[in-house]
């Protein structure tokens, strides 16, 4: 908000015990608020505005990160156009990011590399060895 967002819901811790954050909603968020260039985890949603397809594809991939994106049309097939163009490791579409064991799931750029779950995440935690031998070899032992 300092930066220039318009905060239209939440944002404002209550009193009590816990750790309890509300649910935030920000609009007028431009690149260079930590809230559009960083990670948000949390219940926090960043509104931006793009001018056309191309400058939401550039805006998408502004960031120094790439968890995952999600995009939200009637249009299936626009849909997946646009997700082969955002850099991220994981696009949801008219979903919310979310994880299923059976979907390998990690980020691009600064949110990492590799992937859980799935076969993908189980060879993530595994270490393959390569076993050679210069000569004839005794079987039966």
């Not at 008219?94 to 390998?104: D, E, H, K, L, Q």
Request: glycine share 14%; aromatic share 8%.
């Amino acid at each position: 908000v300092a930066a220039g967002a318009r905060l239209l819901l939440g944002g404002h811790i209550g009193e009590g015990p816990g750790n309890y954050y509300p649910p935030t909603v920000l609009s007028e968020v431009t690149p260079g608020m930590a809230v559009f260039d960083e990670e948000t985890f949390g219940p926090v949603a960043a509104l931006g505005i793009a001018d056309d397809l191309e400058h939401a594809i550039h805006l998408a991939n502004a960031s120094a990160y790439g968890l995952s994106a999600n995009v939200w049309t009637a249009d299936a097939d626009l849909a997946r156009q646009l997700g082969h163009r955002i850099e991220t490791g994981g696009l949801f579409i008219n979903s919310f990011s979310a994880t299923n064991v059976r979907i390998p799931v990690g980020g691009v750029k600064g949110s990492g590399y590799g992937r859980e779950l799935s076969h993908f995440g189980l060879r993530e935690f595994t270490n393959a060895q390569a076993v050679c031998s210069a000569g004839p070899t005794r079987t039966g032992v």
